[in-house]
């Protein structure tokens, strides 16, 4: 059976913490579905861990990062290589609620480009994270939906539903950080493309060690925070932005997996 949702799961020397974060993700994911664990290089400890899982639940698969390493790199090149017509990006840390992961993609399937899961909508929460880090998320999130009609109050969370057709063809130019959330939502808002949000209860990392950079990170979030609040843009206009930096999908090649 082809999937229907693609989860996207970038990782950096989890280790053994992956084990009870994908046990609960495939304990709750109804549709059907295939988990990708991308890594930037062979010997990351996350690996063992996902390969004793693949054995028993096919759904898994370890796949190695090669468009460069770090968080945006992964995430570009697990939804270049997502089968599936959504693709769910979410964290390997337990901090979001895996239980969503079918409500965001469903959201995708009515319609919109971007599901996003929001802490800062009426309903939403966060509990622990480095308060100022807390604080600007929600003012920029706060300020792009009521400012630049972003769709969702919480543009900044990586726990989002994509249409996977949606990014192939704006294209993904972050490559850095985490700020791909943000720069997929702005695209969406400057295109007018429907954008939709659902509470979430997000808890700050209970599992293994945070790799999260607010210092190099904030440039990318600042960029593409002023760039959704520009006129709207046409396809066409959007796509030549990316074209020369276009990089070939690994879509028809052999991945390097251990599933």
């Known amino acids: 059976m082809n999937p229907r ?22 304990r709750e994911l109804m549709l059907p579905a295939e988990v990708l664990i991308v890594h930037d290089m062979p010997e990351d400890t996350t690996v063992p861990y996902v390969e004793r899982i693949a054995r028993t639940d096919p759904r898994v698969r370890a796949v190695l990062n090669t468009y460069g390493r770090g968080p945006a790199n992964a995430i570009r090149f697990g939804i ?7 693709a769910v990006v979410t964290m390997a840390d337990g901090c979001d609620d895996p239980r969503q992961i079918d409500e965001l993609a469903r959201l995708v399937d009515r319609g919109v480009v971007v599901a996003a899961a929001s802490r800062y909508m009426p309903g939403g929460q966060q509990v622990g994270g480095p308060r100022l880090k807390r604080m600007m998320s929600r003012w920029a999130g706060r300020s792009l939906y009521t400012f630049a009609r972003a769709g969702t109050r919480d ?38 493309l429907p954008v939709a949000e659902i509470p979430t209860i997000w ?28 006129r709207r843009l046409s396809r066409e206009k959007l796509t030549a932005r990316v074209r020369t ?11 390097e997996k251990t599933a």
Request: proline letters at 6%; glycine letters at 8%.
């Open 5 to 26: 949702v693609s989860v996207i799961v970038p990782v950096y020397n989890e280790g053994e913490a992956i084990v009870r974060c994908l046990e609960r993700m495939l």
């Open 80 to 86: 270049d290589a997502a089968l599936a017509p959504v």
């Open 155 to 192: 543009a900044t969370n990586s726990f989002k539903a994509y249409d996977t057709a949606f990014v192939r063809e704006v294209g993904i130019e972050s490559r850095t950080g985490f700020e791909i959330g943000l720069e997929l939502t702005a695209k969406a808002t400057r295109l007018r």
């Open 203 to 230: 808890l700050d990392r209970p599992l293994g060690e945070s790799h999260f950079d607010l210092g190099r990170f904030l440039p990318g979030y600042l960029r593409w925070y002023l760039f959704a609040y520009g």
């Open 245 to 255: 930096a276009a990089v070939p999908s690994p879509r028809g090649t052999e991945f």
